[in-house]
């Protein structure tokens, strides 16, 4: 690990490892003040995170910090003044992840069977995954992002799956934009964001 990077006067060191999930890797890169990626093997995933040993994992300051939200958190908590993700109000900061849980709970794991499984199992997957993402949608209300005027923490969170909603749509057979409108166009809206277009548009997702 490299440890000699200062810039602007904030010394920092810094690893990111987020190969599974790209998006939030690139939203937590506008936070800090160096960003690189390396080929992950075996042994540095055993060396960075012992525990689970796997990615995603940040390090900074020599110090590990894993799991892709946490990571997400983690950066809103130390670089608040440069990029704020969660609300200041105790109670929006609970609710973001509480939904930004209920994704990684209950609307990836069905969303795995729309493509993956079939018959029955299939079938179920995706009358969960729809349920899902309708409950979603509701607590976009009306604002164009989740977190309000702009990206936040729950956008975050979401926006690796929305990327997929084409390939659930032509495994399942069925129409997301039908069902949950308004989440669709919060997927395109986010899409025409300057991060988007400078970061993600290339990547190659999942």
């Not at 939030?24 to 075996?42: C, L, N, P, Q």
């Not at 993700?85 to 109670?91: R, V």
């Not at 308004?182 to 999942?206: D, F, N, Q």
Request: net charge negative; hydrophobic share 35%; glycine share 6%.
């Amino acid at each position: 690990m490299d440890d000699n990077s200062e810039h602007g006067g904030v010394h920092v060191d810094v690893d990111i490892e987020i190969l599974d999930d790209p998006l939030r890797s690139e939203m937590v890169r506008g936070a800090i003040t160096h960003f690189r990626k390396r080929d992950t093997d075996s042994l540095l995933e055993r060396r960075v995170n012992p525990v689970q040993k796997k990615i995603p994992v940040l390090i900074h300051n020599g110090k590990s910090v894993c799991e892709s939200l946490i990571i997400v958190e983690y950066i809103d908590e130390v670089w608040k003044d440069r990029c704020p993700l969660l609300l200041a109000d105790p109670y929006q900061r609970a609710k973001a992840k509480f939904w930004a849980d209920f994704i990684d709970k209950m609307v990836y794991p069905p969303s795995d069977k729309v493509w993956a499984a079939n018959g029955e199992e299939e079938e179920g997957g995706k009358k969960a995954f729809i349920d899902g993402i309708k409950l979603l949608e509701g607590e976009l209300k009306s604002n164009p992002y989740f977190g309000g005027e702009t990206l936040g923490f729950l956008d975050i969170a979401f926006l690796p799956l929305y990327y997929w909603f084409h390939t659930f749509e032509t495994f399942g057979k069925f129409s997301i934009e039908a069902e949950c409108p308004k989440l669709v166009a919060w997927g395109e809206r986010s899409s025409c964001t300057p991060l988007y277009h400078t970061h993600i548009r290339s990547m190659t997702w999942r």
